[in-house]
């Protein structure tokens, strides 16, 4: 069997990892789209990510706005904001730099078994590293909230919950 009937699966199973990852960590947050979608620009002296990594990048983006316009998140509450949806970037960004560090051993074709479940277990770190992260910035903002956001925040995560229910 040639080499590259072999990478091909792996690369699959990465890419599949990576979105999980993105999904475990910053999916939970992420309810129903917005009505007015946030255009994510590229910091200012640089120029935006292309292809892939583009995508990844609007999508963290865009769940942070969908989840800012859900919580109707006040002017008093950004500061305490700002903190989750950083921590939700740097999940992200985490992810990213694990899986192309990842796919790139992985194109070297010598992956053992035992390697790809340390490849596994690498990710699954990161997952929970960043779930812990999130959980302590969300907690924060949570705390702040009045009693008739927090039950609207509990009835975004349950509707995304159950929404979510059969993917994992």
């Not at 796919?103 to 053992?112: E, F, I, K, L």
């Not at 390697?115 to 699954?124: K, N, V």
């Not at 956001?149 to 009835?155: E, F, R, T, V």
């Amino acid at each position: 069997m040639p080499l590259s009937s072999l990478v091909t699966p792996i690369r699959r199973s990465l890419a599949l990892t990576a979105l999980l990852g993105v999904i475990v960590i910053a999916g939970p947050l992420a309810p129903a789209r917005a009505e007015t979608p946030a255009q994510p620009t590229a910091p200012q002296g640089r120029a935006a990510p292309q292809g892939r990594a583009a995508r990844h990048a609007e999508t963290v983006e865009q769940r942070i706005a969908d989840l800012h316009a859900a919580l109707k998140i006040t002017p008093d509450e950004e500061t305490d904001w700002q903190a989750v949806a950083q921590a939700m970037r740097d999940n992200a960004a985490a992810l990213q730099k694990l899986a192309t560090d990842k796919a790139a051993q992985m194109r070297q074709g010598n992956v053992t078994a035992v390697q790809d479940m340390q490849i596994y277990l690498q990710f699954a770190q990161a997952h929970v590293d960043g779930l812990k992260n999130l959980i302590t910035t969300f907690q924060t903002l949570y705390k702040a909230m009045p009693d008739q956001q927090k039950k609207l925040a509990d009835d975004v995560f349950r509707h995304y919950r159950q929404r979510h229910a059969g993917r994992m």
